[in-house]
């Protein structure tokens, strides 16, 4: 199954609603309101029945929360999927989840390589093979299909960057990779939106990514559930700006696997429902690799073999901060 999230207006503003998709059929339906239809027709009142939808389908986190109840009662909502479905090409995307976590791995060995000696100018540090390390991401900037992402100003160097993101359905800590890769629920395209001169400068601070990732993470269009996907070893995967082909990849060429990736993040830390783990940017997914960036104005396309095409346009004009620190001084400078 696939699933995603959508805004709909309302007399109290915009409402998320969790929806099925079936982009061959060009629809998706509404599970909330798909589930009331069908308990109803159980024998349910309308007020019960919406009350319980409501509960389990209100938001995707916390519908994912409640296990395998969740994605059995989505099958079942199917059928009331008629009465409750809009056109694929009418709705207004938002992020596929809001997740309590993000964070993004490092793990495939082309964009390593490509990324320290494009932007580091260096050998790839010994720690990265070592452990698939991670930094984590706010999620109060997430983007969904077809929302325009901004371009601060401070940069001129925006990238896109193609990742897997998994999905995390089950809660655990301290998990082997075999009892990790059991709690993913689905995944879908993850967008590591990166401003490559401003991660230089942040980058010897020692802190991890700052500005440079945190104004904005790609989550999307929608999710594929596990139960659709026998492997992502081998997934193809392309970049294309403003209607051209700007690379082909694939999930291939690991440093670290889906599954040792995901076991790692558990360790002491735990997962949580919701949770996305970035799969680390597939060898020439970045833009960085090609020696090419983004402008305002520009459409970004990457897409994911059954997942599907997330595309952001990139806003037409840069977004000032409204303050900005001054640089001090430097008490370390030789006399």
């Known amino acids: 199954m696939k699933l ?11 409402q998320i ?20 239809l069908s308990l109803q027709r159980g024998g349910a009142t309308v007020d019960g029945s919406r009350h ?58 082309g964009h390593i390589k490509n990324f320290f000696g494009n932007v580091m100018k260096s050998k790839p540090t010994r720690a990265v093979y070592e452990r698939p390390g991670y930094f984590k991401g706010t999620t109060s900037t997430i983007y ?10 401070f940069s001129e160097k925006l990238d896109y960057e193609l990742e897997i993101g998994y999905v995390v359905g089950k809660p655990g800590r301290n998990l082997t990779p075999d009892e990790a890769w059991s709690r993913v629920f689905g995944i879908t395209i993850f ?16 802190m991890g990514a700052q500005h440079s990732k945190d104004f904005a993470y790609g989550i999307g269009p929608w999710i594929t559930t ?17 209607g051209e082909v700007w690379s082909d990849t694939a999930v291939e060429d690991f440093i670290w696997t889906p599954e040792e990736t995901v076991a790692f993040a558990s360790e002491l830390n735990g997962l949580q429902p919701g949770d996305l783990i970035g799969s680390g940017t597939m060898a020439f ?40 620190p001054t640089p001090q001084h430097y008490p370390f400078e030789e006399e």
């Open 285 to 324: 997914g970045a833009g960085v690799e090609l020696g090419r960036f983004v402008q305002p104005g520009d459409v970004v396309e990457l897409e994911l073999e059954a997942v599907g095409t997330l595309r952001n346009p990139i806003a037409p004009e840069k977004e000032s901060p409204a303050w900005w």
């Open 17 to 36: 609603r969790v929806v099925a998709v079936e982009p061959d059929a060009g629809r998706v339906i509404d599970l909330k309101k798909a589930f009331a």
């Open 191 to 206: 967008n590591d939106w990166s401003l490559r001169d401003v991660q230089k400068l942040e980058s010897p601070i020692g």
């Open 144 to 153: 969904g299909n077809d929302e325009t992402i901004p371009y601060p100003a």
């Open 52 to 109: 319980v939808a409501g509960a389990l389908f209100g938001d995707l986190t916390q519908g994912i929360a409640t296990g395998d109840y969740f994605l059995a009662s989505a099958h079942d909502a199917l059928a009331a999927a008629d009465d409750a479905s809009l056109p694929i090409e009418e709705v207004s995307w938002r992020a596929a989840i809001k997740p309590p976590v993000i964070r993004d791995a490092l793990t495939f060995n």
């Open 4 to 14: 995603g999230r959508i805004a709909v207006d309302s007399p109290d503003g915009e």
């Open 226 to 242: 596990m139960d659709e996907i026998d492997t992502v070893i081998g997934l193809k995967g392309q970049v294309r700006v403003n």
